[in-house]
């Protein structure tokens, strides 16, 4: 199926294009791009006026919990989701049941997002073996099945020693390491952000302390080797200063954040709000201006949801037992999309945190429009206003802090490989 | 006489000045029964009461179930040890087949901060919380206040020191929420370890460097628990050198004003937080709060029960 997008804004930042124009797609490829360009015979033409047209967005942080944990989400209602957020790539994080920690495992997700998925799925393996923590998975079978990176997200490798052999190991094969950056004994039981408001509900707190120590190490690690790091889910003000501060060294550290963390606080978990709790928590108000200053400058790379899926039997339970995490993929566009608004990023900084460098990062050769590359494209509804509904989400799991809520903006289409996978 | 309007009494926090000070004025009536050579009003006849106590507690189950029967509720003790709880069954899955039986009201002591919350939304009966986590303890808080309005006939203007592990207090946190709301002054004193931050910012709060400074003009001082099991080894040496520091003695007490009241939620660690000449001295008002917490347990399960007084 070949397809004509026709007269929407066509920004690409690979190719610094930003102009109302029409692109051409044909057999999965993007064939043309051009003011009025006529329509071949067979195609089907997708009128794009007062919409973005973006190189598909990437998600380079998604639980999928295919193997295993089919019953919170599987790789279609995941790719489904994902398409409708907009996305027309995602990786998917080793932490299923069995581990992505060999080629069986990461063979299957590619089978089957290939056979059965709406969008292209790059898993990430494990750094330990079964995330054990103890020793390092075969990351040269991991990265020729197919792996993009490898990381023990969920949890960091507390091994001081192992993660700086894990990054000296990779850097060799080739593959990024992605750090899930936190120091257990810090967090204890804590359950949610340390602060005034840990202290007014009376919940143990988790110091911002943990997640600044860790990143502190894997970039002093990553400095000492010489070798690259991605350090995923930045919520600390400190921890973006470090990560800035680790730039300016020469350090090739590379780092992500999630909406959530730019968008809420603490406060957030007033009321016991199971879906207010994920790992690193929310943090305070101060964090949140760090964040986005994080975003502005250029510290922080790169936008990714770290969507976690879980059952309600799993969220709704006293808070300490709630599971952490929400979901992201349906609500990332609309919520990123509000840096835009608020004069954070430019549309073009926004693509390139969602699409480009995630891209770059991971080595994935997606993110752009030019003639001639896979046609992954994302049109944008900047202006669309819809309210988060359970019976609406595409994912299996609906634990959302969002739900009820009224967002503006989100993916008008979804092209993944030339092929229409997803329209509003 | 003013109206209550909670169904649920989870947390002081969720309180009026109001709606507290008719809760210990109503206590105050009930105190009168207590005393009865026949113990025992119909108010709450036909009522039933499940004390649902997912931790461990002698006094305040056993004030809450004497409370509920000096009412005439009927009430039925459920603890974990035996109840489906060690079957991996849910609270929520518990809690729902409890209101399969109709109660009126659920007492119900949890270690998750919060639960109670969780489980007003789930049932249609009045929850009474008798100790959540980290959270509140709201019975307690109202007991405290009784007892030093008993003493002072006033609660606005009292300088109250609390001395302990704030952190891990809820009945810290119930006090600190009712005595704020009346007027009263808190004055906080523990090691930087078992402070929480921004407790500050709780009400009229101050946070003392030491014991002796929170201790200081003092018209009430109220003792924490310590526990070793808790504190641990991370957030104290032992409890030697925690009672060097933390520990009321008859020279510290000195600081506070003249007759001061010393008080403590029970149960006591001799020697650790107080010294024995402390805990059953002239000045301890501890047997008069567990006295007290009878009838303000009484109040609260009248208040939710919407009843009138005969």
């Known amino acids: 199926m070949n397809l004509l997008i026709k007269n929407g804004r066509v920004i690409d930042p690979s190719q610094k294009i930003d102009g109302v124009m029409d692109v051409l797609v044909e057999d999965g490829l993007i064939k043309e791009l051009g003011a009025g360009l006529a329509a071949p015979t067979g195609v089907e033409t997708i009128d794009a006026a007062g919409k973005y047209v973006v190189p598909g967005l990437i998600d380079m942080h998604v639980h999928l919990r295919d193997p295993g944990l089919e019953y919170k989400e599987d790789i279609i209602s995941g790719t489904k989701a994902a398409v409708a957020g907009g996305f027309t790539s995602i990786c998917c994080m080793p932490n299923t049941k069995p581990v992505i920690d060999n080629k069986t495992v990461a063979s299957y997700i590619i089978n089957k997002a290939k056979a059965e998925g709406f969008c292209n799925v790059f898993p990430v393996g494990s750094i330990t073996y079964g ?52 120091e257990l004994e810090l967090v204890g039981e804590g359950v949610m952000n340390e602060g005034f408001t840990s202290t007014e509900l009376g919940l143990k707190g988790i110091p911002r302390v943990a997640e600044d120590i860790a990143t502190a190490r894997e970039t002093l690690l990553a400095e000492y080797t010489g070798t690259p790091i991605h350090i995923a889910h930045v ?38 709000n199971t879906n207010a709790k994920m790992n690193p928590p929310l943090r305070e108000s101060a964090d949140v201006a760090a964040i986005k200053e994080g975003l502005k400058d250029g510290t922080i790379d790169a936008i990714a949801t770290d ?21 992201g993929l349906e609500t990332s566009l609309p919520l990123s999309l509000g840096l835009v608004d608020e004069g954070v990023l430019t549309l073009n900084e926004l693509i390139e945190k969602m699409s480009c460098n995630p891209s770059k990062i991971l080595n994935l050769k997606r993110a752009t429009l030019k003639a001639g590359s896979v046609a992954d494209i994302t049109l944008i509804d900047p202006t669309i206003e819809w309210v988060v509904e359970t019976d609406k989400l595409a994912s299996k799991s609906k634990n959302s802090p969002w739900l009820g809520q009224k967002l503006k903006g989100g993916a008008a289409a979804t092209v993944v490989g030339g092929k229409l996978a997803y329209k509003r | ?6 169904k649920h009494i989870i947390a002081l926090r969720d309180l009026s000045k109001e709606d507290i000070e008719l809760l210990i004025s109503t206590a105050e009536s009930m105190r009168e029964i207590n005393s009865r050579d026949i113990k025992k009003v119909p108010t ?87 100790g959540d986590g980290a959270h509140e303890h709201p019975s307690q808080g109202l007991l405290d206040m009784l007892t030093m309005k008993d003493r002072f006939g006033r ?86 050198e925690y009672s060097r520091y933390f520990g009321l003695n008859p020279n510290n007490i000195k600081l506070a004003k003249p007759n001061a009241m010393v008080m403590h939620p029970g149960p006591i660690n001799r020697g650790v937080e107080m010294s024995s000449s402390m805990v059953d001295g002239d000045q301890s008002w501890i047997l008069k709060q567990v006295e007290n917490g009878v009838a303000v347990r009484m109040a609260m399960l009248y208040h939710v029960c919407g009843g009138e007084l005969e």
């Open chain 1, 131 to 182: 995330l054990s923590g103890d020793r390092m998975s075969e990351m040269g079978e991991l990265k020729e099945s197919g792996c993009v990176a490898v990381s023990d997200d969920g949890k960091p490798v507390g091994n001081s020693e192992l993660m700086m052999r894990s990054l000296q190991y990779a850097a060799g094969i080739g593959i990024m390491v992605i750090s899930h950056a936190e």
């Open chain 2, 155 to 240: 609660l606005d203007g009292l300088k109250v020191a609390i001395v302990g592990d704030i952190t891990h207090s809820r009945v810290a946190r119930s006090n600190i929420q009712g005595l704020t709301k009346l007027g009263s002054k808190v004055f906080l004193a523990g090691p930087p370890t078992m402070v929480p931050p921004g407790v500050e910012r709780l009400g009229d709060v101050t946070v003392c460097g030491t014991m002796n400074e929170a201790l200081q003009d003092a018209d009430v001082v109220m003792m924490l628990r310590i526990q070793q099991e808790r504190q641990g080894k991370t957030l104290m040496p032992n409890a030697r």
């Open chain 2, 44 to 130: 709450l006849r036909g009522k039933t009461i499940i004390n649902l106590f997912y931790e461990a507690s002698t006094r305040t189950r056993t004030s809450f179930e004497i409370a509920g029967k000096r009412l005439s509720a009927d009430t039925v003790n459920i603890t974990p040890s035996s109840s489906s709880a060690t079957k991996g069954e849910t609270l929520a899955d518990t809690a729902l087949n409890l209101l399969a039986m109709k109660p009126d009201i659920i007492v119900m002591r949890h270690a998750v901060s919060g639960s109670h919350y969780f489980l007003a939304n789930k049932i249609n009966c009045s929850i009474i919380n008798a």
């Open chain 2, 1 to 6: 006489m003013a109206e209550f309007k909670h």
């Open chain 1, 235 to 272: 919520s600390t003000q400190a921890s973006v200063r470090i990560i800035r501060e680790a730039k300016a060294r020469g350090v090739k550290v590379t780092c992500e954040t999630a909406p959530h963390y730019f968008t809420l606080t603490d406060d957030a978990v007033r009321g016991y």
């Open chain 1, 307 to 327: 969507h976690a899926p879980h059952h309600s039997d799993e969220k709704d339970v006293e808070f300490n037992l709630a599971m952490n995490g929400i979901i």
